[in-house]
């Protein structure tokens, strides 16, 4: 079981300040995650690569035999599982990986049976290595601390109306949070970038970049990325955070949604967008809407697509942003183009 925000516990909430991981992932360590694959995709912990010593259904046959049999007889199953030949290989990708790696370090769930097996096959090699402590339950704990207690760093938000560029003006600043990039997507209906990760990865790498820190830049977003939830407390931080509104001229915004959402996609893509957030257009903007877009893609040009575009920042984007900005018009610390923004944020 992979301990989730809700599950986190008072007697774990000083985690943050242990002072072997802070420096494990300051020093970004790699790290070799030898829990079954399922395991790994679910919470992949930063720095690590998925070097398994059993594999799903290996993982699951063990699991069925201690239920049924107890664990002398499951640890049984499993050396027979993993010999022969199976056995050498997966030793020698841990090898391998330690040659480039001599810094790695093992894990499994809870620093148990699998890492120790793991390690000592690894030692009796000439490579010795103990598992970390506690395993991946302790490392979920630590980034857990960060995000539920540890002091949050100051933020000031980049913000602006839907095209203005802000994910290209963030990349300026050294000390960035792109949550889009974390997210695998930028928070619109129309925003997919990708698989996105699983929302423990991406808690996890959102808590490393708060490690030690005490001031970052960062996108203005709302509590989702898709199907990713910002955590609550990180997120009411954000919303109290200062910000400056980049602002940019309607045809320089459509010309960057061109270029960033729309450019080598399919027209299927934005269809089906479009009813995700047909009940909020109503059905008139709706089917406007889709007609617009079927004609777009007949030419694929910046001037063919302009007329949906228009319609959707104008009518739909523009309006929502607008009403949430005056709500925070107080956390405002200056208005204006990219130039502007700069020289203004170069001199604080």
């Given at each position: 079981?992979?301990?989730?925000?809700?599950?986190f516990?008072?007697?774990?909430?000083f985690?943050?300040q242990?002072?072997?991981?802070?420096?494990?992932?300051?020093?970004?360590?790699?790290l070799i995650d030898?829990?079954?694959?399922v395991?790994?995709?679910?919470?992949?912990?930063p720095?690590?690569?998925?070097?398994p010593?059993?594999t799903d259904q290996?993982?699951?046959?063990?699991?069925?035999?201690?239920?049924?049999?107890?664990?002398?007889?499951?640890?049984?199953?499993?050396?027979?599982?993993?010999?022969?030949?199976?056995?050498?290989?997966?030793i020698q990708?841990?090898?391998?990986?330690?040659?480039l790696?001599?810094?790695?370090?093992?894990?499994?769930f809870?620093?148990?049976?699998?890492s120790?097996?793991?390690?000592?096959?690894?030692?009796?090699?000439?490579?010795?290595?103990?598992?970390?402590?506690?395993g991946?339950?302790?490392l979920?704990?630590?980034?857990?601390?960060?995000?539920?207690?540890?002091?949050?760093?100051?933020?000031?938000?980049?913000?602006g109306?839907t095209?203005?560029g802000?994910?290209?003006f963030?990349?300026?600043?050294?000390?960035?949070?792109?949550?889009?990039?974390?997210?695998?997507h930028?928070?619109?209906?129309?925003?997919?970038l990708?698989?996105?990760?699983?929302?423990?990865?991406f808690?996890?790498n959102?808590?490393l970049h708060?490690?030690?820190?005490?001031?970052?830049?960062?996108?203005d977003?709302?509590?989702?990325?898709?199907?990713i939830?910002?955590?609550n407390?990180?997120?009411?931080?954000?919303?109290?955070?200062?910000?400056?509104?980049l602002?940019?001229?309607?045809?320089?915004?459509?010309?960057?949604?061109?270029?960033?959402?729309?450019?080598?996609?399919?027209?299927n893509?934005f269809?089906q967008?479009?009813?995700k957030?047909?009940?909020k257009l109503?059905g008139?903007?709706?089917?406007?809407l889709?007609k617009?877009?079927?004609?777009?893609?007949?030419?694929?040009?910046?001037?063919?697509h302009?007329?949906?575009?228009?319609l959707l920042l104008t009518?739909?984007?523009?309006?929502?942003?607008?009403?949430?900005?005056?709500?925070?018009?107080?956390?405002?610390?200056?208005?204006?183009s990219?130039s502007?923004?700069?020289?203004?944020?170069?001199?604080?």
């Open positions: 079981m992979l301990l989730s925000l809700a599950e516990k008072v007697d774990q909430a985690m943050f242990d002072k072997e991981l802070i420096e494990l992932f300051l020093n970004k360590t790699p030898v829990r079954a694959p395991e790994f995709k679910e919470g992949i912990i720095f690590s690569v998925n070097l010593l059993m290996e993982r699951h046959q063990v699991g069925l035999c201690y239920k049924e049999n107890g664990q002398h007889a499951a640890i049984e199953l499993g050396h027979q599982l993993v010999s022969g030949a199976t056995k050498t290989a997966r990708a841990w090898l391998d990986f330690l040659k790696n001599p810094e790695a370090q093992v894990f499994c809870r620093g148990g049976l699998r120790q097996i793991s390690c000592q096959w690894i030692s009796e090699h000439g490579m010795a290595r103990s598992p970390i402590k506690g991946y339950k302790r979920r704990q630590f980034f857990l601390s960060w995000l539920e207690v540890a002091p949050l760093p100051k933020l000031v938000r980049i913000a109306p095209g203005s802000k994910s290209h963030l990349i300026q600043f050294p000390k960035r949070i792109d949550l889009e990039g974390l997210a695998h930028r928070g619109s209906a129309f925003g997919q990708g698989p996105q990760p699983s929302q423990i990865t808690e996890n959102l808590a708060l490690i030690n820190q005490d001031f970052f830049y960062i996108e977003e709302s509590s989702h990325l898709g199907d939830r910002l955590p407390r990180f997120y009411q931080h954000l919303r109290q955070s200062p910000m400056v509104v602002r940019v001229p309607l045809e320089e915004r459509i010309k960057n949604i061109f270029q960033d959402y729309v450019s080598g996609r399919d027209k893509f269809l967008a479009t009813q957030i047909a009940r109503g008139e903007r709706t089917d406007r889709m617009l877009i079927e004609q777009g893609f007949l030419y694929e040009t910046l001037e063919s302009s007329p949906w575009i228009t009518e739909y984007y523009d309006p929502m942003y607008e009403k949430d900005l005056a709500r925070q018009k107080l956390l405002v610390l200056k208005e204006g990219a502007e923004l700069q020289s203004f944020l170069g001199e604080r």
